[in-house]
């Protein structure tokens, strides 16, 4: 098939290169031209298809400049307007010409009309279309026309070298009565006349129903695929002694949860295995899990090796470092510390612990990836906050630890819950233990929603509460175009509630702060010498203040629903009764009133993300990981939840007893793009 570079360019930008992606280029809607609909039977809201004869057309200029024409038919009259129009329309569609109008029917001034229709002039008893009429997504400058061409060559082409066979066992289309995949391309990209346009729109007809399975059963097969080649590599077995652990818990505090003895049990498995465990922690704020990482480590340590722990943000990095110098050093635990600020001499005497295994476990930042890292002996890596790295960072800490023969352990935390479809779909190549229960002691947030125009009562608030001894955060607006002026925000809150407050201390923490800064400041909210802080959404992950049961979000309009979530958690860590007051200002766009409804109305961080992923999709739940997994186009995680447990069961049996078509099918669905790097 020959096609011009210049429409290749555009094809490329639509993700399509070979004859297989035009193949499965499926139409987003269809539009329904096999029968015409009587003008006077139309009302508001219906898409239809109507023919008449134009029996007057004029430009006028209010509201605003535009050709408006009324066509007829034998049942009544429909008014058609054009807002942005060619000066040479005005001739084509001149009184007395026939013309073919498909489009949405409104109510408007002058009875039912159609803005903007797809309109097309055609003769006395033209014939009628007699399929649904594909509509594919496009792009500038690629016409509808000629995509349909371009896709009926391709299927054209396909059916000659006959390459549309099952890929899926028959056993299988059987099993799921699923219809056969050539039938359904065919059927999709050109319905027969007796199929409704509603299961076509829905995408409930069993052509769509298999599409979505097979994609679903690539991702799976892919991913599926990916675990079990990472688990043919092996790993340092990291034997169960469980002593440094019996010793730990005896000086802790509290006692674990039976939640967090239960995922400690399931990671502790897998260390003791020799092949690399790949698993997700995933627990809400505040359920504990940087004491199950501290027990993973104590095992990689117990057993001769290093860990290390990596976190996205300086303050949470030392924050972790702290609290597990406090945990380890009676253990005799030597834990070294590493970030981009370090003095360079530190550093050095660091990177020698490092290398010559003096550390035992080694805590830090981004700067764990640099090259100068080299490890004496790493069992297993560790990664809090997860989503924030992309798949190459983790993949170069993890390589860290590589030998010819062995990878190192890696455990991944987080704490944005993942909704339970997601997790099976584009987290199918991660084993995921998950904590399920709240600690004990934790009180519940009441949530407020409060106008922006009502701040002063907020204000007094505040005061009552720094009274009562309490401790209260105050963040700041998100200002996602610059980060400069997010900074001068910040500053002026906190001059301006210094000055409201001249008998409290008020301090103030952001991004642009050095971390030696930034420690100072929360150590002295820490300690209570602080009892306001204004902060950025830079406190957003893990911070851990038991005492301040106050917090003050700006502008939770412009946040995410994790991203709220996630600071609500820095409250109710403590025996008080904790309130999270939520300013909003006014007017509310329809999806902020869903968010703040949602995030009013729910604790459990599960059922937030779930909604979310409703709401906004996958893309912000996968983070850096949506460069890395196949992403699905055709299927959706709620609708089609039992595809995605029949694909997951079909995946398995498929690489243990169909290899070859195991590996077809990914070509097929994939091709290029399975080429990717898991860490
Ligand atoms: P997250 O899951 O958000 O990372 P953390 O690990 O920071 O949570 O734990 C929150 C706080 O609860 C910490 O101060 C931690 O020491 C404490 N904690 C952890 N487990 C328990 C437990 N079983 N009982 C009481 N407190 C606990
Ligand atoms: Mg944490």
Known sequence: MTISPGVQEKLSRLGIRTEWDLILHLPIRYEDETHLFPIGDASAGQTVQVEGVIIHNEVVVRPRRQLVCQVEDKSGILVVRYLNFYASQIKTYAIGKRVRLLGEIRHGYQGMEMIHPKCRIVSVSEPLADTMTPVYSTTAGLSQKTLIKLIGQALHNAEQTNV????????????????????????????????????????????????????????????????????????PVLARKHEYAARFLEQLAFKLTPAQVRVSEEISRDLAAPYPMQRLLQGDVGSGKTVVAALAALQAIENGFQAVLMAPTEILAEQHFRKLYAWFEPLGVRIAWLSGSQKKKQKQITLEEISTGVAQLVVGTHALFQDSVIFQQLGLAIIDEQHRFGVHQRLALRMKGARSDQLPHQLMMSATPIPRTLSMSYF????????????????????????????????????????????????????????????????????????????????????RLSPQEKSEVMDSFKQGIVQLLVATTVIEVGVDVPNASLMVIENAERMGLSQLHQLRGRVGRGSEASICILLFQQPLSEVARKRLRIIFEQSDGFEIARQDLQ?????????????????????????????????????????????????????????????????
């Open 164 to 235: 549309l066979t099952e890929t899926v066992p028959d056993t299988i289309v059987k099993r799921y009565q699923l219809a056969s995949f050539k039938t359904s391309v065919f059927n999709l990209h050109h319905p027969s006349p007796e199929v409704s346009i509603g299961s076509l729109q829905t995408r409930t007809h069993p052509a769509w129903r298999r599409i979505k399975f097979d994609e679903l059963l690539a991702q799976q097969l892919s991913m599926r695929l990916h675990y079990r080649q990472r688990r043919s590599r092996g790993a």
């Open 428 to 511: 199918a190549d991660l084993d995921v233990s998950m904590i399920d229960q709240m600690l004990p002691g934790r009180s519940p947030v009441m949530t407020k929603l409060v106008a922006d125009s009502r701040r002063d009562e907020v204000i007094m608030r505040i005061r009552h509460a720094c009274m009562q001894g309490k401790q209260v955060y105050w963040v700041c607006p998100l200002i996602e175009e610059s980060e400069v002026l997010q900074l001068q925000t910040a500053e002026a809150t906190h001059a301006n509630l210094t000055e409201v407050f001249p008998d409290l201390t008020v301090g103030l923490v952001h991004g």
């Open 615 to 679: 709401l906004r999709g996958p893309g912000e739940f996968l983070g850096a990981r949506q460069s890395g997994v196949p992403m699905l186009r055709f299927a959706d995680l709620e609708q089609d939840s039992d595809l995605l447990t029949a694909a997951q069961a079909t995946a398995n049996e498929m690489l243990d007893h169909y290899p070859q078509l195991a590996q077809r099918h990914i070509d097929r669905w994939l091709g290029d793009k399975n080429e990717y790097l898991r860490a």
